[in-house]
């Protein structure tokens, strides 16, 4: 690996990671002071309309992915025109898309009372929120560009730092406003005010470093069917995205109420959490992924594979170990004990699957930065369906956790029987051979944490941050240690042989076929 590339991933993955720091800690301590300031009712009708207003990501149609691996593609080719006419494209289309959320926006201002089951006392703050929030999204679209454009070209610490800034000044706002009586809608102003404005720093960071000129000229058919080409398969998947992962709190408040969805939230929202400190390493794989792709370097590819899911699974396992062993202690410090009987097994529930997604994060990038996921959108939107079937029948007889189990069940399947066997036969790399070099250190370097942990348990169980601090800090020495021994020794760095002998000839076939794409 060069030694400027080695330096970038350095600054995008230990800028992501303070970046999640910041915003895990905010959460961590914003989310349980929201919540007592407003109240079980006001909190979860919060949760509700974000919930709602996040389908407007749908309307993205693909495009940022569709930008991201462009970018990167036309950077590695130099290809300037070629970037211009796909970033004054996508700021057309996304204009355009603005407009019809803010359009739907006004509309769904005057029905969201009517569609959900909202206290009445609450019902003008929820026009009111909904519109905040949606017009935000609206204008988030255009100015999201360069957020795309700035993740293209692998400069992830600038999106970091600017989140960095914004996640401190809306803790502080929220804060000072919520101490001084303001409400819902005022927390509301603030979080939808600040990212646009970080879009905006975002923005002229962006053209400081491409400089592309902007004409109406420059808005391209044939750029734009090439993107319809890339993210309409990606459109899918943000479909799917929405279907596995943002229907909970919109059945839940359909069918139950605007308070059980706070209950859901508390223990989902954890494991959001845990997908966010892997999410910030994995997204760095796009551009490395479409670099790899666009140059033929298969070999490379493989490595990030195999890597790339290694360095998720040492990230994801010990937490998942934490969570599964010490859940109730982190609900109990966090929110209160009263949250803990009902949230408690939505985290079990929820963190199980989603750990074995997020041991595989690496997988689905890579198949974006080759422009190979269509087959991957096709399960992935079989398994939304699912989910939402499933949740919606299991809610009336089992309240949030025939919730949870609606979205577990499909999640399970997709990512024990379809992923990683996927990604195999792509790669052409064999199956035992991944599973070995990918995740037998993460899960032995795991087992003395989780023994640790037992110990620490029955020993005393954690009531406050205090105490858990004290099981986790000696859980973390240990778990730590190892993975001091496994870099120091390289054996966390080593990924072995990816083309055993007999393999050579069809891997070789598959190689020759991925530079003939290129």
């Known amino acids: 690996m060069r030694k400027p590339e080695k330096i970038r991933i350095i600054k995008n993955v230990s800028s992501s990671w303070l970046s999640l720091g910041i915003n895990i800690l905010v959460g961590i301590s914003l989310s349980p002071f929201i919540l007592h300031r407003l109240g079980d009712a006001a909190f ?8 709602i207003t996040g389908y407007y990501g749908l309307f993205d149609l693909g495009i940022r992915s569709s930008i991201v691996r462009h970018v990167s593609k036309y950077a590695a080719t130099n290809d300037s025109d070629a970037m211009a006419k796909l970033i ?20 769904g201002t005057l029905y969201v009372d009517r569609l959900f089951r909202i206290p009445a006392e609450f019902a003008s ?42 996640t401190l000044a809306r803790a502080a706002l929220i804060v000072y406003y919520l101490n001084r009586g303001y409400g819902l809608l005022t927390v509301a102003l603030i979080t939808v005010v600040l990212p646009l404005i970080v879009s905006l720093v975002r923005g002229a960071w962006a053209l400081r470093i491409l400089r592309v000129p902007f004409s109406l000229g420059k808005i391209d ?114 929110v209160g004990a009263k949250y803990v009987a009902q949230s408690y097994p939505v985290l079990v529930i929820m963190i199980l699957p989603t750990t074995l997604m997020l041991a595989q994060a690496a997988s689905p990038r890579i198949l974006f930065g080759m422009s190979r996921h269509g087959t991957l959108a096709k399960a992935v939107l079989l398994e939304g369906v699912s989910n939402l079937v499933l949740s919606v029948a299991l809610v009336r007889p089992y309240g949030i956790v025939g919730d949870a189990l609606g979205t577990a069940i499909p999640l399970t399947c997709t990512m024990l029987f379809f992923l990683p066997w996927h990604l195999c036969k792509r790669l052409g790399i064999q199956m035992q051979t991944y599973l070995r070099q990918a995740y037998v ?53 080593d990924v072995g042989d990816l083309t055993p002998s007999q393999n050579r000839q069809r891997l070789g076939v598959v190689a020759e076929g991925l530079r003939q794409d290129v």
């Not at 909904?130 to 255009?142: D, E």
């Open 44 to 51: 979860g009708i919060w949760v509700l309309i974000f919930s």
């Open 88 to 107: 004054n494209t996508s700021l057309f289309a996304y204009s355009c898309i603005g407009v019809v959320c803010l359009l739907l926006t006004l509309l």
């Open 125 to 166: 703050s929820a026009r009111w929120l909904f519109l905040l929030v949606g017009a935000s999204v609206s204008l988030g679209f255009p100015l999201g560009v360069f957020g795309g454009v700035l993740e293209g070209l692998q400069r992830f610490y600038v999106l970091n730092w600017t989140n960095v800034v914004s």
């Open 221 to 334: 058919r044939a750029t734009f069917r090439e993107m319809a080409s890339y993210s309409g398969v990606t459109f899918m998947i943000l479909v799917a995205g929405r279907l596995r992962f943002k229907t909970d709190e919109i059945v839940i408040g359909t069918m139950l109420s605007a308070v059980a969805i706070t209950y859901f939230n508390i223990g989902a929202r954890i494991v959001d959490y845990a997908g966010e400190v892997v999410t910030s390493l994995s997204q760095i794989f796009v551009p490395m992924s479409s670099e790899s792709d666009a140059k033929g370097n298969v070999d490379r590819l493989r490595k990030i594979f195999v890597a790339g899911n290694r360095f998720c699974a040492f990230v994801i396992f010990p937490i998942c170990t934490v969570l599964v062993i010490l859940g109730k202690s982190v609900i109990e410090a966090w």
């Open 441 to 493: 250190l993460p899960l032995l370097l795991c087992a003395p944490l989780a023994v640790t942990l037992l110990l620490l348990r029955s020993w005393f169980v954690a009531h406050n941050y205090r105490q858990l601090a004290l099981q986790l800090g000696i859980g973390g020495l240990v778990y730590g240690s190892g993975l001091l021994w496994a870099f120091s020794t390289k054996r966390a760095l």
